[in-house]
């Protein structure tokens, strides 16, 4: 199923432009609830800052810039949560029971990010403009940053780190599709694109400059910010030669194939275990 903008862009979106483009317009109230309707938006999934379509993924620049001003026009508040106290910008998200999500204390999500029904988040951090889709689970002291978008069943493990990205405004935020296994510690940044059902294992840290080697045939075909689907990664490193001398350099290795036959659920763990993988 792909996202299909909404028709509020059209008259959303030349404003947001504008403001964007002369800051000074930020006093004027309009303008202000322009881009506090474009937030509430977001955290109603209304509106992504990246979506899929036949074509692949687009980023919506415009969204993004929103975001950008929103932090300008809101002022500094206090925001208690019984003994607990924050001074932010930014409302925290509420109505988890609504919603249909699980939260556990202390996870937090920001106003401006969207979080689908059937997600449970234990102690985790979601910022806004952040999109994660239904059934995922966001583990114990995982992080999804700003613009992050998460697909349906994903695992995100413990201790993961997903980058976030405001700007540049055209930068591609990270991209975790439908059923992945994210293994604890792994950090993706950078507007990193992991294809579905694609399994991490333990510690893979990936950057648009991290290489991606898939040395599970005869020959090493070599990657570059990108996960094809189901590939099963750990990490690894590779020789490179410095003036200094001949150094390890880290890299992400795909060892190997999800089966489209198995079962999802089971296969996440499966995967990894096939291939001797810590998870």
Known sequence: MFYEPSMMNDTLRPIIEKAWENRSLLNENPIRQAIRDVIEMLDKGEVRVAFPGKAGWTVNEWVKKAVILYFPIQE?????????????KIALKKNYK????RVVPHAIARYGSYISQGVIMMPSYINIGAYVDE??????WATV?????IGRNVHLSGGVGIGGVLEPVQAAPV???????IGSRSIIVEGVHIEKEAVLGANVVITK???????????TITYNGLIPARSVVIPGSYTKKFPAGDYQVPCALIIGKRKESTDLKTSLNNALREHNVAF
């Open 98 to 101: 609504k919603l249909g999500i």
């Open 145 to 149: 940053g700003s613009c992050a978008q």
């Open 209 to 219: 400059s991290t290489k991606v080697l898939d040395v599970s045939g005869e020959e």
């Open 135 to 140: 059934g995922t689970m966001v583990d114990t």
């Open 175 to 181: 991209i975790i599709e439908d059923n992945c296994f």
């Open 76 to 88: 500094m508040e206090t925001i208690e949560v019984g003994p607990f106290e924050f001074h932010d």
